[in-house]
């Protein structure tokens, strides 16, 4: 990491690490980004790396805050096949 290269050390999860704060951020603006622009899709599939669901999460919930009357509605549907 170019902030703090020995974050790894003292991480919980280094080879798991959660998503920032910024990234959160970043996620849920894309998400209404989306729904703005009236992008669809059926299906999101990501990684089940826990920075990768949390991702996914925040730009479900941009998009849902933005969607457009009428659109349909996402969910998300974790499957560990």
């Not at 980004?33 to 790396?49: E, K, R, W």
């Amino acid at each position: 990491d170019e902030v703090d290269p020995e974050w790894g050390l003292r991480a919980e999860r280094p080879y798991d690490p959660p998503i920032t704060d910024k990234g959160c951020q970043e996620a849920f603006e894309t998400g209404g980004l989306l729904a703005t622009q009236n992008f669809a899709f059926d299906v999101m599939v990501v990684s089940p790396f826990l920075r990768c669901i949390q991702t996914a999460a925040h730009v479900l919930r941009g998009y849902e805050a933005a969607r457009p009357a009428g659109a349909k509605r996402l969910e998300l549907f974790l499957d560990y096949r």
